[in-house]
């Protein structure tokens, strides 16, 4: 199937939380958050919340597992604190709860900065991933940086974004006990990603072997049975 007729099947309005990272920033003084709130809602989109969070690792992965925890909500985007500085602590915390990352979007992002500030885009850490079948998107704090993401990157291809991430997740979505054997844990950091293999039940009543990302909340040890959400792929 063609892009273009992969973006026609896209839902087109989505759900959107947005994240704020900043230790001095309000509602009312957030430019970049009410820059990217403004865009979404001129395409059509809907933002379910909006918080700002101080720029501290552990608060900055709560507040977005927070955000993230709505069901309805599709994606996640996140301004501040991309930095290269040692207080720019939102590349940790947000990394940590990507199941997939989207490497091209932190590339594109520097390639089109790269033209308005040259070599300077090189301190950007933008990035991309998936965490389960929602989309979550970080960029700078700056509104120029916040423009440049939105209009040239986020806002002409998040849709298809979403319905990429949540293409599998309806059929292979299961939630069971993993007990860590036969899996390969393929993440690092806080989340505890494994890969494995099993033979599951298809739509048609027929078996079929299935390849399965489980994710748990901590390392799991080969005999040690712990609840693990899943998906198939």
Do not use: C
């Amino acid at each position: 199937m063609s892009v273009r007729e992969h973006r026609e099947q896209a839902e087109q309005s989505l759900l959107v939380a947005v994240l704020t990272v900043s230790d001095t920033r309000t509602l009312e003084t957030d430019l970049g958050g009410n820059l990217i709130q403004s865009l979404l809602e001129q395409a059509g989109h809907a933002v379910s919340q909006r918080r700002i969070v101080k720029d501290e690792a552990l608060l900055i992965r709560a507040v977005a597992k927070e955000l993230l925890a709505d069901p309805q909500v599709d994606a996640l985007l996140v301004t501040g604190g991309t930095g290269l500085a040692a207080r720019d602590q939102t590349t940790e915390a947000i990394e940590a709860l990507y199941d997939a990352l989207i490497p091209g979007y932190g590339e594109l992002f520097r390639m089109l900065s790269y033209q308005d500030i040259g070599a300077a885009a090189m301190l950007s850490r933008a990035s991309g991933g998936r965490h389960g079948k929602q989309v979550v998107l970080t960029m700078p704090g700056s509104p120029a940086g916040v423009q440049l993401a939105m209009e040239k990157l986020i806002v002409p291809e998040l849709p298809h974004l979403v319905h990429h991430a949540g293409k599998y997740m309806e059929s292979g979505g299961m939630e069971q006990l993993f007990d860590g054997s036969g899996g390969t844990r393929v993440s690092k950091g806080f989340a505890w990603v494994y890969q494995a293999d099993a033979w599951v039940g298809s739509i048609a009543g027929e078996s079929s072997f299935r390849r399965f990302l489980l994710r748990a909340e901590r390392p799991v040890a080969s005999g040690r049975r712990v609840h693990a959400t899943g998906w198939g792929y």
